[in-house]
């Protein structure tokens, strides 16, 4: 099977200009960091839920 990149060539340009493939990748590190950060405050929820008891013993502040 031959691979196609025919539908996908146009953002596949090399001859873009500098300041747009910069803008590209901070737009593709935000992303990631969204994603990342989306995952853990999923983590952290979940765990908060799961606790029945998440006072510790003494003084919890």
């Not at 539908?7 to 340009?13: D, E, G, V, Y």
């Not at 747009?20 to 990748?25: K, Q």
């Not at 994603?35 to 929820?45: A, E, G, P």
């Amino acid at each position: 099977m031959v691979l196609s990149y025919k539908n996908i060539a146009p953002f596949l340009a090399a001859g873009q200009n500098k300041v747009s493939r910069w803008l590209s990748y901070i737009g593709l590190g935000v992303g990631v960091l969204l994603l990342l950060s989306s995952v853990q405050m999923y983590n952290n929820i979940n765990h908060l839920i799961r606790d029945k008891n998440t006072r510790k013993n003494g003084a919890d502040f």
